[in-house]
Structures are given as C-alpha cells and as structure tokens.
C-alpha cells in the first residue's frame, strides 16, 4: 500500500504545475503490493499533468474483514490518511462492496502547488511519454 503512495506521490513530484487546457488521460493498470491498481493521468493540451487518480483495490478474507478495514476508516480517517501520505490537496475514500476494498486517492497538480507540495516554480522536467514510462516500469500496463 505505502509503495501505491509512493509511485503517486513519485509521479507527482516530477511534473511541474499544469495550464488550463483541455485533458488528455492516460489509464496504466496493474498489481502493486498485493493491490490490484489503476492510475488515471489526466493530461491539458501541452501534456501537463493536471491531476491523478489512485484506484487499488484487494480482496479481505472475509466480509468481516472488510467491514473492520472500513469502520477504523471511518473511526480515524485523519491517521489512516497520514498513514499512507495522502495529505492537503490529495483526497482519499474508502469503500467496501462484499470482500472488496477499494481506495481512492485523487490529487490535483493545482491543488498540491497552492499547499507548497509542489513548487509553483518547478518546471516540467518529465514528458508525459517519460512518465507513463515510470508508471511502465513499475510492471503497469498503460493505454
């Protein structure tokens, strides 16, 4: 799960903040850490990175389980986000159908500029071909 984060927030750090334009979108698919997950890349018209959403998703043992995994969600959402990186400007949820559970995690390039987890100055060191190759190398399979 940590290493989910991770790739998100690697993605993130290495692009800069994006203009307004119309989205182009990217889907890589794949298992990570036990995680059946897919990253959707919304790209503007010069293929900046305009936001990223985090699907993973994993089978409890049990409906039990799942129900359990979904009441300390909502018990203490604040330390679970803190758990797993999701911070201002990202935003995470958390469902639960049967013995899938399934996390979100959405984050908005704009957003992460205007709370200083990226630098309004930082330019674009990372085409948008370089960064589906990132996600490529992470064993995902990107369309």
Partial sequence: MKKMIGIVLAGLLLVGCSSQ?????????????????EVTLNFDDN?????MKVIGSMEADSEEQAEQIE?????DE????????????????LKVKGKTVTITINADVEQLVDVGLIGADD???MTKDEL??????QDMTCK
Avoid: H, P, W
């Fill in 47 to 51: 293929d900046q990175l305009l936001s």
């Fill in 132 to 137: 589906i190759s990132y996600f490529e190398d």
């Fill in 21 to 37: 334009g119309s989205k182009n979108r990217t889907t890589c698919s794949g298992l990570v850490d036990g995680l059946d997950t």
């Fill in 123 to 125: 330019a674009s060191e």
């Fill in 71 to 75: 009441s300390m969600f909502s018990s």
């Fill in 78 to 93: 604040d330390a679970l986000k803190d758990m797993m990186g999701v911070s201002e400007g990202m935003s995470m949820d």
